[in-house]
């Protein structure tokens, strides 16, 4: 039910199993159902995430921008680089599907470097993303049946799996590495995946999109703001990470990020982003899983409101 005030709308999200074999490369993949009165858009934003790509096959694909770009109309197959900034954007009825690249999926089936795509949104059909393109038109096959679409996307993964090259070991070793909260350093990286720094940094721009320290500094602001999302109160100064100086460290993070205050992000409404996290709180209550799209990122419950406002 909307709260009052707001636009009305019903949202549904599934998520699908893939293959095991296919976790090193993809994140998740999901179907995402809005429907809203007549005339009615909806607003929110994603936090930085790795690649992404959205199929929309019925109704409207989104509008859409990395901040602080102007919003743009995306195309039924639209992908997305890796992000350190927000995305911001406006839907109305239609149906997708998403599926997220891990960077060891960039590095296995993308063949460009990430950093010429980061914070850029695209036509997946133009930008080097075409190997793909048919998951649009298997999705399409279907008639609506999102269990048949699923399990048809799983298929053609897997077969596109089974006929690629794998990746430097390097690459998924590195994958692994910055999920690790207890490192902050771009040497211990280094030394975590076995190479040098000069090296590390090639790496990282080839296959991850930024440089490490980039890497570093924008997982700390995601295990912050996750933590903050399913704080009970909602307090930031509990939330942050043990790798900021102060809260004015993350303040200033969170402008170059998100492109206002942790107050202002508090006090906005996330209509779509609540429920998601509302809908995709894992069973026991897990700790929120930074690498993931923001769509699939948070474990159970209400999602909070700021009780405590970082200015």
Not at 60 to 84: L, N, R
Not at 255 to 260: C, F, H, S
Not at 285 to 297: E, F, K, M, N, S
């Amino acid at each position: 039910m909307s709260d009052p005030g707001m636009p009305s709308f019903t949202l549904e999200v599934r998520f699908f199993h893939l293959s095991p074999e296919l976790s090193p490369y993809f994140t998740a993949l999901y179907r995402f159902a809005l429907t809203c009165d007549e005339g009615v858009t909806v607003a929110d934003s994603l936090h930085p995430e790795w690649a992404a790509m959205r199929f929309t096959y019925a109704g409207t694909p989104p509008v859409a921008c990395v901040i602080p770009s102007a919003m743009e109309q995306c195309p039924p197959f639209a992908v997305s680089g890796p992000t350190s900034r927000a995305i911001d954007f406006r839907l109305s009825t239609s149906r997708i599907f998403g599926l997220g690249l891990h960077p060891a999926g960039w590095a296995r089936f993308i063949g460009q470097p990430a950093a010429s795509f980061r914070n850029r949104i695209g036509d997946g059909e133009a930008c080097g993303f075409e190997v793909f393109a048919p998951l649009l038109r298997l999705i399409d096959a279907v008639g609506g049946d999102d269990d048949a679409a699923a399990a048809a996307i799983n298929g053609f993964l897997l077969d596109l799996d089974a006929r690629t090259p794998p990746v430097p070991a390097r690459v998924l070793a590195c994958q692994e590495a910055i999920k690790d909260a207890d490192l902050n350093d771009v040497d211990d990286l280094a030394e975590r995946v076995g190479t040098s720094r000069r090296s590390l940094e090639r790496l990282c721009s080839q296959y991850f999109g930024f440089p490490p320290k980039t890497l570093l500094r924008r997982q700390r602001f995601l295990r912050s703001l996750a933590r903050f999302m399913l704080e009970p109160r909602g307090s930031w100064s509990n939330a942050l990470d043990r790798h900021y100086y102060d809260q004015a460290h993350f303040v200033r993070d969170f402008r170059a990020i998100m492109g206002m205050t942790p107050s202002d992000y508090a006090e906005m409404p996330h209509p779509i982003l609540d429920r998601i996290i509302a809908q995709r709180m894992v069973d026991q209550g897990a700790v929120a899983q930074t690498d993931l799209p923001t769509i699939l990122r948070y474990g159970g419950g209400k999602a909070p409101r700021s009780a405590e406002k970082a200015k």
